[in-house]
């Protein structure tokens, strides 16, 4: 441990994110607070995916591009207008996450990756299995045209999703 104890403050944030992370989230509820806590849970895994993919396999390190830009990206997944939420179907929503983190450019590097993993991530909370095997060369392909900007429908991004996971739910 250091002298100034920064030890022991990390080994007590780890273990309260281990003690979050174990607590069940219900990724479907749409009310304030669940969608609140979504959002949180899901901002936070879109930081450590982009850790991990830079990691794993190259790129720029550094800090978001701007504060606030991963849950600005995140957020728009779950935004409603007045009552309605033009997103309330899961694959519009990965593929709102996948959009917003791969068009937005919140991270240094790594938002291509970053963007589908977070989508599966929510995809997989939901009950929907990870493609085995995974198409990787079709997930290229889509994080590739949705990054250029020639797929930006949430609709037809949702559907090529849709595609990918041809797995049913595993629990309802």
């Given amino acids: 441990m250091s002298d100034d104890g920064s030890d022991f403050e990390l080994t007590h ?14 990724f479907r509820r749409t ?34 591009r701007a504060p606030g830009l991963v849950e600005q990206a995140v957020g728009a997944a779950f935004q409603t207008f007045g009552e309605v939420d033009p997103h309330a179907e899961p694959f519009e929503r990965a593929a709102t996450l996948l959009r917003g983190i791969t068009q937005g450019h919140p991270f240094n590097d790594g938002n ?16 929907y299995r990870l493609p085995d095997p995974l198409p990787n060369d079709s997930i290229f392909d889509l994080c ?7 797929l ?12 990918l996971w041809p797995s049913p739910r595993t629990q309802p």
């Fill in 13 to 26: 944030e780890l273990e309260r994110i281990r003690f979050v992370l174990r607590q069940p989230l219900d």
């Fill in 144 to 150: 590739l045209r949705v990054s250029a900007g020639e």
């Fill in 31 to 64: 009310d304030t607070e669940g969608i609140q806590a979504q959002v949180r849970i899901l901002t936070a895994a879109a930081h450590y995916f982009n850790v991990l993919a830079v990691a794993d396999f190259g790129g720029r390190v550094g800090q978001v």
């Fill in 152 to 163: 930006r429908d949430v609709r037809a991004i949702a559907a090529e999703l849709r595609r």
């Fill in 112 to 127: 291509k990756r970053t963007g589908f993993l977070t989508a599966a991530f929510y995809l997989e909370r939901l009950g």
